[in-house]
């Protein structure tokens, strides 16, 4: 938790970003099953996109690229 | 892929116990509140991961286990919370980054939904809560273990499944 915010217990805007979030992996979900990768490669995506800015079209992209990647995983 | 019986919590305590966590992945645009951690040796991966905001070290090993969470979940200190999937991105990784160095000295697992709470020394605790359940779930688990072997799925509900890697 944001120091400053915890000390004065306020978090702004976190009922909205929460539900961004579900959101955010709702739209990976959908995206993994649309791609069609495993586990396996579901988890690669992961690892390829944390830390990282990318749009849904963009982690799409990398979702084909591990499937590719990774045939048999 | 193979339906595995509740016996699979005494692996998961053997395998887990000991285990030093070298390295938390988390934040990012559209990936929310889910993370992963490494845990135990270095495992060379067969390619090295291509995403450059990695270290070196994470983009070319895993984890002996490797622990990756989709659901919701906490992390508690000596006497408070520090985060939890409802924080702010820099509130988690902080968080996250505080269980790098320390081992891994009790493992709990409770049915039906397989929640996971893990006791790291010297204090800190990860809980797992898996929300994700039958229905319309936003994501397809709750959490997963990958060990040099075998791979666990929990998740979404009571579901479990496991297959040789």
Redesign the interface.
């Known amino acids: 938790?944001?120091n400053a915010?915890r000390s004065r217990g306020l978090?702004p805007n976190?009922g909205i970003?929460?539900m961004a979030?579900?959101?955010?992996?709702?739209?990976?979900?959908q995206i993994?099953?649309k791609v069609g990768l495993s586990?396996?490669q579901r988890?690669?995506l992961?690892?390829?996109?944390?830390?990282?800015?990318?749009?849904?079209e963009e982690?799409r992209k990398i979702a084909e690229e591990i499937k590719k990647?990774?045939p048999n995983k | 892929m193979t339906i595995v019986t509740p016996d699979i919590v005494v692996q998961l305590r053997s395998q887990l116990m000991g285990l030093e966590c070298w390295y938390a992945s988390a934040g990012g645009k559209h990936v929310g509140s889910t993370f992963s951690l490494a845990l135990g040796a270095r495992i060379p991966r067969e390619k090295p991961l291509e995403n450059s905001a990695h270290p070196e070290e994470y983009r070319n090993y895993e984890g002996e286990a490797n622990l990756v969470v989709w659901c919701t979940w906490r992390v508690d200190g000596q006497d408070a919370p520090e985060s939890s999937s409802d924080d702010t991105d820099k509130g988690i990784e902080s968080a996250l980054g505080s269980l790098v160095g320390s081992r891994i000295v009790d493992v709990v697992v409770e049915r039906p939904a397989w929640d996971l709470r893990l006791l790291f020394s010297p204090f800190h605790r990860l809980r797992l809560f898996c929300d994700h359940v039958p229905g319309d779930p936003s994501f397809d688990g709750n959490w997963e273990l990958h060990t040099t072997k075998e791979s666990y799925y929990f998740g979404p509900g009571v579901s479990m499944e496991s297959e040789s890697r």
């Open positions: 938790m944001d915010a978090r976190q970003l929460n979030r579900k959101a955010d992996i709702k739209a990976i979900d993994v099953k586990k396996t988890r690669l992961h690892d390829e996109i944390t830390k990282q800015n990318h749009s849904f982690i990647l990774y």
